[in-house]
């Protein structure tokens, strides 16, 4: 930018412009063809006909504020997760409250931790507040606690962690989250990120609840987007010490989530048989999905969440995470690149349709084996 440019309009205040934007996964190829979108993480069941029927009746009264406190959500999220309606607060996704956090709690000079593969929008969240992001190492792509304890000082003022995370599909266990809340500093704010924490079928992980009740420096973050497939409505809820919901609904708009939204997520979340389909279906297709996929010669990454993360040959141009993913999108699959996540030669996979799931491992092995 130059001086004149500078003197004769606005400019943001420095910093913001080195800030990379987010970039969503592809919802077309480059031809335009789409015939299976899995590059979101978008569940293929849809949402459930309950949460349909409720945002059609909401529809009635669109010329009406929405109710500011989100008080009917809150009251269904608290009755599904037996917690204090208090303690919570709902948000445009939890991308929304992520963001919320960052900027109650960091200042310029001020530290926020993640992990090397986490989710892209921490790190946009701590620029835009004016914080400095500091990245930990992972080890076997998953959030290494030594890592992120070995980067706590005075200026850290939060730690990110996505359990499970998002590209990688890991997770870290009950025991070692509360390893690193105990070593962090009280004044610290541990964010559990619990986007995918519904697909979790092991008995050593847990999303946070019990840590975020029984502490002052703990929050939980979830969303509405992932297995009750809402994403559409971008609807996120954060549960936390009644102190830390105080600041944040000082800070946050007034309506930040519309009528129609709070109607189908109360209807939504408690649905129960319709999210035990979503489970049902995820673990049927995610052992077979990554069985498949290493069969045909790929390498796959442990997952717990609705998709995994597929790893081509860094030293083969013809069989790279580029080429496949040029090949399946002229035959109309979408999937994630994640170079951006410093994993250039993977791509990610949401776990589909039958059909969808089907379609991509018949294309690898193709593309795998030519001949």
């Not at 835009?128 to 290494?144: F, I, M, Q, R, S």
Request: hydrophobic content about 40%; charged content about 20%.
């Amino acid at each position: 930018m130059t001086t004149s440019d500078t003197a004769n309009r606005p400019v943001p205040r420095p910093g913001i412009l080195d800030i990379a934007a987010y970039v969503p996964g592809r919802s077309k190829s480059d031809g335009g063809k789409t015939l299976y979108k899995l590059s979101s993480n978008e569940t293929p069941l849809g949402p459930s006909p309950l949460a349909v029927e409720a945002y059609g009746a909401a529809a009635a009264n669109l010329e009406l504020y929405p109710d500011g406190s989100t008080h009917d959500l809150r009251q269904a999220i608290a009755g599904t997760y037996g917690l204090n309606p208090d303690n919570l607060v709902c948000g445009n996704g939890s991308d929304e409250l992520l963001g919320l956090l960052a900027g109650v709690y960091l200042a310029p000079g001020d530290e926020a931790i993640y992990s090397e593969h986490g989710f892209l929008m921490y790190r946009i969240a701590i620029l835009a507040a004016g914080g400095t992001p500091v990245v930990a190492p992972e080890k076997n792509l998953c959030a290494d606690v030594d890592a992120i304890l070995e980067r706590v000082t005075p200026k850290t003022k939060i730690v990110f962690l996505a359990n499970p995370n998002n590209p990688t599909g890991t997770y870290v266990g009950d025991s070692e989250v509360r390893r690193l809340h105990a070593g962090l500093p009280k004044n610290v704010l541990l964010v559990l990120d619990a986007a995918y924490a519904e697909y979790v079928r092991r008995n050593d992980y847990s999303a946070g609840v019990e840590l975020v009740s029984a502490n002052d420096n703990v929050i939980m973050t979830r969303t509405f987007s992932k297995i009750h497939g809402l994403a559409a409505l971008r609807i996120g809820w954060m549960y936390g010490p009644a102190h830390v919901i105080d600041a944040v609904n000082r800070v946050r708009g007034p309506f930040n989530l519309n009528a129609p939204a709070i109607a189908a997520g109360a209807a939504a979340v408690g649905d129960h048989a319709h999210v035990d389909r979503a489970v049902a279906h995820n673990d049927t297709w995610l052992p077979k999905l990554t069985e498949a996929l290493i069969a045909i010669g790929l390498t796959v990454t442990p997952s717990v969440g609705n998709f995994v993360l597929i790893h081509f040959p860094a030293d083969d141009p013809a069989r790279s995470a580029k080429a496949a993913d040029a090949f399946l999108g002229e035959r109309g699959y979408i999937l994630r690149a994640v170079g951006g996540y410093g994993l250039p030669d993977a791509l990610r996979m949401t776990i589909g349709s039958d059909e969808a799931n089907e379609g991509v491992i018949a294309a690898l092995t193709e593309f795998m084996n030519p001949d």
